[in-house]
């Protein structure tokens, strides 16, 4: 079975300082991965995505991913938190066998000037 | 590139009434698109699957006569609330695919349903 967890539902960082979200997964097969935000009332936009290439992804806005199969985790990064990156955060596995995307719980992002 | 296109962003409607949502891929040709209900502060709920011009799949517990969608050509799917009442009151988000196994999925911005 495939599933996807975010270990917390709630981060809350001071401007300026690095972003650490966290994300595993499982997967009986070789997933795609993806994080998406969503700013409130709106869609979601793709921040990056893990396709087995490069196993450490570079996405917008500074935001960076590292896919490690050993640890199946695949936790989002940045360096320094800017106000703009407060907003919901969501992993996604796609496994491409059953053509199914699976969305984690979402992680609510503060971020405190 | 890639942009999904949802319409309306937001609705209020009375009870009883039908309330139809569109989604268009601007861009692209979406071979699949998918229709999801967020209820607040909560993970996107898939509600069902759609392929040009076949029959929508839907997810257990959705209700295919309350939620009619159809997806009529590769660039558009309409989901249409029948009979609409408040508990039926949520946000829609549409999302579309160009079909690669490992392609992302492209969001449109969320239809802000209020059913009164």
């Known amino acids: 079975a495939q599933s996807v967890t975010q270990l917390d539902s709630h981060v809350s960082v001071s401007e300026g300082t690095p972003v650490l979200l966290r994300c595993n997964y499982s997967?009986?097969?070789?997933?795609?991965l993806f994080w998406y935000v969503q700013h409130p009332n709106k869609g979601l936009q793709l921040l990056l995505k893990y396709t087995s290439a490069a196993t450490l992804v570079k996405g917008i806005n500074g935001f960076e991913a590292e896919f490690k199969k050993s640890e199946t985790s695949f936790h989002l990064t940045k360096p320094s938190a800017h106000m703009s990156d407060a907003a919901e955060y969501f992993c996604?596995?796609?496994?491409?066998?059953?053509?199914?995307?699976?969305f984690g719980p979402g992680t609510s992002l503060s971020v405190i000037p | 590139g890639a942009v999904v296109s949802q319409h309306p962003s937001w609705v209020i409607c009375k009870s009883g009434t039908s309330v139809k949502i569109e989604c268009r891929s601007l861009d692209f040709q979406a071979t699949t698109m998918f229709w999801y209900r967020q209820f607040p502060k909560q993970s996107l709920m898939l509600m069902a699957t759609?392929?040009?011009?076949?029959?929508?799949?839907?997810e257990q517990g959705v209700e295919k006569d309350k939620f009619l969608i159809n997806h009529a050509s590769l660039t558009l799917s309409t989901l249409t609330v029948t009979s609409a009442h408040p508990e039926d009151s949520s946000f829609y988000i549409c999302?579309?695919?160009?079909?690669?196994?490992?392609?992302?999925?492209?969001f449109g911005n969320g239809t802000r349903l209020t059913v009164t």
């Open positions: 996604v596995v796609k496994v491409a066998s059953y053509d199914k995307v699976i």
């Open positions: 999302s579309a695919s160009m079909g690669a196994s490992n392609s992302p999925l492209h």
């Open positions: 997967s009986s097969y070789s997933p795609s």
């Open positions: 759609s392929n040009e011009g076949s029959k929508a799949t839907y």
